[in-house]
């Protein structure tokens, strides 16, 4: 048997990727009923070993399944554990020799590469009845722009883990105009669900703030912050 024996598995519940050296194993595992695919993971990976489901123009009308990420590449990933520090909703978790790595001892954090994360824990429902809590330790902005709305897809709304995202009823009276969307900004958790989900780009959210405290390393952390507040992914490309 040759080494790194490399193995990879995605369930309905569970993807799974493992790296058996010849002294030890490392694991990396994504929850994907705690994932909203907001694509923090596949942002902030330095690697770019995390990518995003096929979303936007793959399929008219995008849901929540197409948008978890499909993790990951092994031959890239090298279990820093950048996804799992930055995740949003503890939706993934790093293992050594079977054993869970918590937070506190993933040695981005134990070297002080990355700063504290200043959250706050929040309980939010979507508009299925679905609780959750997030870590939110950033803040942004988010508008719709209605022209660039296609209309009738509602996948930002199905998406939105906070209910923050609503679609109105049509007026029955023929001179009122009612917008495609509603987006109630208290209720925005700015995590990007519905950004990677929008197949014409027409929502608008920008992060403006990740709120840390304490050491970090400027060569590490600056560049994370950056990949992290890349929300469109086809503007990035353009770029």
């Not at 403006?208 to 086809?234: A, H, I, N, Y």
């Amino acid at each position: 048997m040759s080494f790194p024996k490399i193995s990879r598995s995605i369930s309905k519940d569970l993807e799974h990727v493992k790296v058996q050296f010849l002294t030890e194993s490392l694991e990396l595992l994504l929850d994907r009923t705690k994932c909203v695919g907001c694509g923090t993971c596949a942002r902030v990976c330095p690697k770019e070993a995390i990518s995003r489901g096929p979303v936007a123009a793959a399929r008219r009308f995008p849901s929540l399944e197409d948008i978890i990420p499909e993790i990951y590449d092994p031959e890239k990933c090298v279990f820093c554990g950048t996804c799992v520090v930055m995740c949003p909703f503890s939706a993934l978790t790093l293992k050594k020799d079977g054993q869970v790595i918590e937070l506190e001892d993933i040695q981005i954090v134990k070297e002080k590469v990355v700063p504290k994360l200043e959250f706050e824990a929040k309980k939010i429902t979507d508009i299925t009845g679905v609780e959750r809590v997030v870590k939110q330790y950033s803040e942004g902005e988010i508008s719709i722009v209605d022209e660039e709305c296609a209309g009738g897809c509602d996948a930002c709304a199905d998406v939105c883990p906070s209910g923050a995202i609503t679609i109105p009823e049509r007026s029955d009276k023929g001179w009122e105009t009612v917008p495609n969307v509603v987006v109630d900004p208290e209720k925005c958790i700015f995590c990007g669900s519905c950004d990677n989900t929008c197949p014409t780009g027409a929502v608008k959210l920008k992060i403006t703030e990740v709120k840390s405290s304490g050491e970090f390393s400027e060569m590490f952390w600056e560049p994370l912050t950056e990949r992290l507040k890349t929300l469109r992914w086809s503007e990035s490309k353009e770029e």
